[in-house]
């Protein structure tokens, strides 16, 4: 029985090899297949078909799939071909080169059903399929495809890395809109995947406002042209000013679009135009990060970003708003229309909706800001010193002016402002930025204070009288400032510079105060040492000074006694004398009257005598000499005559010796 069925295999493989070489036998493997040429007894294909159908003489439409098929050697012959392998990273774009004709217009064939992915090619032409490259597209995968019907070509897949947008142009569609530059979004087509649903929701032909963000895609290249460009990105403290280049046309007289919504950021280019978006610069802005934005619809420009550090504020005009009139009720600004087309709104300061100068001011931090449509006028808050001398990095020379009595003179100033953040805007509004305040108001204005108050003094004087000439230079400022909504807080002479000559004159005159400085000084100092000497000599002696206050003390205590019993002594003398004066007196006062009565009794000089000859007798008055020179016989009787002579005319004192 085995030997039988071995036989019989045998028998056949040998007859198929006999079929085989006589063509008869066609054997189509697994990853192959079969495009078959009947070429004998059948129909004539019409003029305008090159594949045939069954029946037809020609290139069957039909395949042969894996296997053993037999056939006529002369009326077939069979082609054997691979298969088509798409791979997962790869897209088929199929082209054929029969069907029926494409309509007027058409770039592209249409889908047909039935075909299963072109391996049925006989369904492919009797349900219509079209003559030309085909919209549909074979996915990764193996097909068994008539090569000869269909021209396969395998294309990469359109991969979008990170970071970058795909920007579509459509071969083939509806064409654009009247107006228009680019071709209107359409649902459905699957990120421009699906030819088909692109063409039958009407899809335009044209640069397209859908994008492809980052991915794969697996899209008919043929159909879509696809370029791969960078995503917007916007970087850190940086602000991106847009500009659509295509929407409705912005109103007259209007510079910036208004603002749309609904659009994310602009990366819905369909939603823009759908809601109303205007050509040209926008008034919304992108803030840092990245943004898929198609760049044939709107056009970035990055800027920086508004910085208010702190002792700052903006103050803002903006060109965007209702435009205010001249009228102004109550401190608001009315709109008129009508009569605002010659209106300059940069001369008043309006509230948050109008143009022109901005009420409220934005303070310190980060602000992204649209400069097409706010200009920001940095004003700083905190003191701002401006100098006037010969430093290189100061903007102003020093001041030049002439004395009254014609000397030049330099003068160095320093004047110190400050404004307000609530007087900003009024700063803006009547001199536009601190800057031109500085250049076309405060330098003129110092400069000629300085000029006018020199010329009314000497130079001597005016050196003297800085601070003077400081006040009345402050008076003005305060006063001319204050007009521009500006506080001054100081007004400084920090240098005067006088001629050499009469500098020279002035240090002279210095240096001779100074020496007189320094020889008070040296006086003063030597009293000073002496002071220190005493006060050394009476530290050193202060024990000896202590030991006499003592004595001292002691002896006004002795003193203190002393006088009064001194005292005591003297009034019982006083009394004792007294009590004998009384007695002396009252003698006396006998001893006169006794006097008296003898003188009337003796005569004066009989009285002299007698009183005489009482001395003499009691010794009080010698006139026996202890040595006795002998004379003449008269000698002692003239010598006494002599004597009483003298008492008489009162030439001779008599010693006269007092009573105990």
Same mark, same amino acid.
Request: charged fraction near 20%.
């Given at each position: 029985?085995?030997?039988?069925?071995?036989?019989?295999?045998?028998?056949?493989?040998?007859?198929?090899?006999?079929?085989?070489?006589?063509?008869?036998?066609?054997?189509?493997?697994?990853?192959?297949?079969?495009?078959?040429?009947?070429?004998?007894?059948?129909?004539?294909?019409?003029?305008?078909?090159?594949?045939?159908?069954?029946?037809?003489?020609?290139?069957?439409?039909?395949?042969?799939?894996?296997?053993?098929?037999?056939?006529?050697?002369?009326?077939?012959?069979?082609?054997?071909?691979?298969?088509?392998?798409?791979?997962?990273?790869?897209?088929?774009?199929?082209?054929?080169?029969?069907?029926?004709?494409?309509?007027?217009?058409?770039?592209?064939?249409?889908?047909?059903?039935?075909?299963?992915?072109?391996?049925?090619?006989?369904?492919?032409?009797?349900?219509?399929?079209?003559?030309?490259?085909?919209?549909?597209?074979?996915?990764?995968?193996?097909?068994?495809?008539?090569?000869?019907? &269909?021209?396969?070509?395998?294309?990469?897949?359109?991969?979008?890395?990170?970071?970058?947008?795909?920007?579509?142009?459509?071969?083939?569609?509806?064409?654009?809109?009247?107006?228009?530059?680019?071709?209107?979004?359409?649902?459905?087509?699957?990120? &421009?995947?699906?030819?088909?649903?692109?063409?039958?929701?009407?899809?335009?032909?044209?640069?397209?406002?859908?994008?492809?963000?980052?991915?794969?895609?697996?899209?008919?290249?043929?159909? &879509?042209?696809?370029?791969?460009?960078?995503?917007?990105?916007?970087?850190?403290?940086?602000?991106?000013?847009?500009?659509?280049?295509?929407?409705?046309?912005?109103?007259?007289?209007?510079?910036?679009?208004?603002?749309?919504?609904?659009?994310?950021?602009?990366?819905?280019?369909?939603?823009?135009?759908?809601?109303?978006?205007?050509?040209?610069?926008?008034?919304?802005?992108?803030?840092?990060?990245?943004?898929?934005?198609?760049?044939?619809?709107?056009?970035?420009?990055?800027?920086?970003?508004?910085?208010?550090?702190?002792?700052?504020?903006?103050?803002?005009?903006?060109?965007?708003?209702?435009?205010?009139?001249?009228?102004?009720?109550?401190?608001?600004?009315?709109?008129?229309?009508?009569?605002?087309?010659?209106?300059?709104?940069?001369?008043?300061?309006?509230?948050?909706?109008?143009?022109?100068?901005?009420?409220?001011?934005?303070?310190?931090?980060?602000?992204?800001?649209?400069?097409?449509?706010?200009?920001?006028?940095?004003?700083?808050?905190?003191?701002?010193?401006?100098?006037?001398?010969?430093?290189?990095?100061?903007?102003?020379?020093?001041?030049?002016?002439?004395?009254?009595?014609?000397?030049?003179?330099?003068?160095?100033?320093?004047?110190?402002?400050?404004?307000?953040?609530?007087?900003?805007?009024?700063?803006?509004?009547?001199?536009?930025?601190?800057?031109?305040?500085?250049?076309?108001?405060?330098?003129?204005?110092?400069?000629?204070?300085?000029?006018?108050?020199?010329?009314?003094?000497?130079?001597?004087?005016?050196?003297?009288?800085?601070?003077?000439?400081?006040?009345?230079?402050?008076?003005?400022?305060?006063?001319?400032?204050?007009?521009?909504?500006?506080?001054?807080?100081?007004?400084?002479?920090?240098?005067?510079?006088? /001629?050499?000559?009469?500098?020279?004159?002035?240090?002279?005159?210095?240096?001779?105060?100074?020496?007189?400085?320094?020889?008070?000084?040296?006086?003063?100092?030597?009293?000073?040492?002496?002071?220190?000497?005493?006060?050394?000599?009476?530290?050193?002696?202060?024990?000896?000074?202590?030991?006499?206050?003592?004595?001292?003390?002691?002896?006004?205590?002795?003193?203190?006694?002393?006088?009064?019993?001194?005292?005591?002594?003297?009034?019982?003398?006083?009394?004792?004398?007294?009590?004998?004066?009384?007695?002396?007196?009252?003698?006396?006062?006998?001893?006169?009257?006794?006097?008296?009565?003898?003188?009337?009794?003796?005569?004066?000089?009989?009285?002299?005598?007698?009183?005489?000859?009482?001395?003499?007798?009691?010794?009080?008055?010698?006139?026996?000499?202890?040595?006795?020179?002998?004379?003449?016989?008269?000698?002692?009787?003239?010598?006494?005559?002599?004597?009483?002579?003298?008492?008489?005319?009162?030439?001779?004192?008599?010693?006269?010796?007092?009573? /105990?």
């Amino acid at each position: 029985m085995g030997i039988s069925i071995l036989l019989y295999v045998m028998v056949v493989i040998v007859v198929i090899l006999l079929l085989a070489s006589a063509r008869m036998v066609v054997i189509i493997g697994g990853q192959q297949v079969g495009i078959v040429e009947r070429k004998l007894f059948g129909v004539r294909l019409p003029s305008d078909r090159v594949v045939a159908l069954p029946g037809q003489i020609g290139i069957q439409a039909r395949i042969l799939g894996p296997g053993l098929h037999l056939f006529f050697p002369f009326l077939f012959i069979v082609r054997v071909d691979n298969l088509v392998t798409i791979g997962e990273n790869e897209v088929g774009i199929i082209e054929s080169i029969d069907g029926r004709p494409l309509d007027p217009g058409e770039i592209f064939g249409r889908v047909v059903i039935g075909h299963n992915h072109f391996q049925d090619a006989e369904a492919f032409l009797k349900n219509g399929g079209q003559k030309g490259i085909q919209t549909e597209t074979l996915p990764p995968g193996l097909y068994r495809v008539n090569g000869y019907l &269909f021209k396969i070509t395998v294309m990469d897949a359109i991969t979008i890395p990170a970071g970058s947008i795909g920007i579509v142009n459509a071969a083939a569609g509806q064409p654009l809109d009247q107006g228009r530059l680019y071709a209107k979004s359409v649902p459905g087509h699957n990120n &421009f995947q699906d030819g088909e649903a692109f063409l039958e929701q009407g899809g335009q032909k044209g640069p397209q406002l859908d994008i492809l963000r980052p991915g794969r895609y697996r899209i008919n290249l043929r159909m &879509f042209d696809v370029k791969i460009t960078p995503a917007i990105d916007v970087a850190s403290g940086k602000v991106g000013i847009v500009t659509a280049n295509d929407g409705e046309e912005l109103p007259e007289n209007e510079l910036i679009a208004k603002t749309i919504k609904g659009h994310d950021m602009f990366q819905n280019a369909a939603a823009f135009l759908m809601n109303g978006g205007q050509r040209g610069p926008q008034l919304d802005v992108l803030t840092p990060g990245k943004f898929y934005i198609n760049p044939l619809m709107f056009s970035v420009q990055t800027s920086d970003a508004l910085t208010v550090n702190q002792g700052q504020v903006a103050v803002i005009i903006s060109n965007v708003g209702k435009q205010p009139t001249v009228t102004v009720s109550s401190g608001e600004l009315k709109v008129d229309a009508d009569t605002a087309d010659d209106f300059s709104a940069e001369k008043y300061v309006v509230t948050e909706g109008y143009r022109g100068i901005q009420r409220t001011v934005l303070g310190p931090g980060n602000f992204y800001l649209n400069l097409l449509a706010y200009r920001p006028i940095i004003i700083n808050t905190t003191n701002t010193t401006i100098d006037w001398d010969d430093a290189a990095d100061t903007k102003f020379d020093s001041l030049n002016v002439n004395s009254k009595d014609g000397f030049a003179l330099k003068v160095g100033v320093k004047v110190v402002i400050r404004v307000l953040p609530d007087q900003s805007p009024y700063l803006v509004s009547r001199i536009g930025s601190i800057e031109n305040l500085i250049t076309n108001v405060i330098h003129p204005l110092i400069d000629s204070s300085f000029r006018n108050q020199a010329s009314t003094a000497s130079a001597m004087q005016f050196l003297q009288d800085r601070h003077e000439q400081q006040d009345q230079a402050l008076k003005r400022a305060v006063n001319e400032l204050s007009k521009y909504h500006v506080e001054v807080l100081s007004v400084l002479i920090s240098n005067i510079v006088l /001629p050499p000559e009469l500098m020279e004159t002035q240090t002279n005159k210095v240096l001779a105060l100074q020496r007189q400085s320094m020889f008070d000084e040296q006086r003063n100092s030597e009293q000073k040492r002496i002071a220190m000497e005493k006060t050394k000599a009476e530290a050193d002696k202060q024990a000896t000074l202590v030991a006499a206050q003592i004595d001292v003390q002691v002896a006004e205590q002795i003193k203190q006694k002393t006088i009064a019993i001194a005292q005591g002594e003297a009034e019982r003398i006083r009394l004792e004398g007294q009590g004998e004066a009384d007695k002396i007196l009252a003698i006396g006062k006998n001893t006169a009257q006794a006097y008296e009565l003898t003188k009337q009794a003796v005569t004066p000089e009989g009285l002299v005598s007698i009183e005489l000859m009482k001395l003499i007798a009691g010794g009080s008055i010698k006139i026996t000499p202890e040595i006795l020179i002998n004379g003449g016989g008269e000698g002692a009787g003239a010598l006494v005559n002599a004597v009483l002579a003298k008492l008489m005319k009162g030439n001779l004192q008599l010693p006269v010796q007092q009573q /105990p």
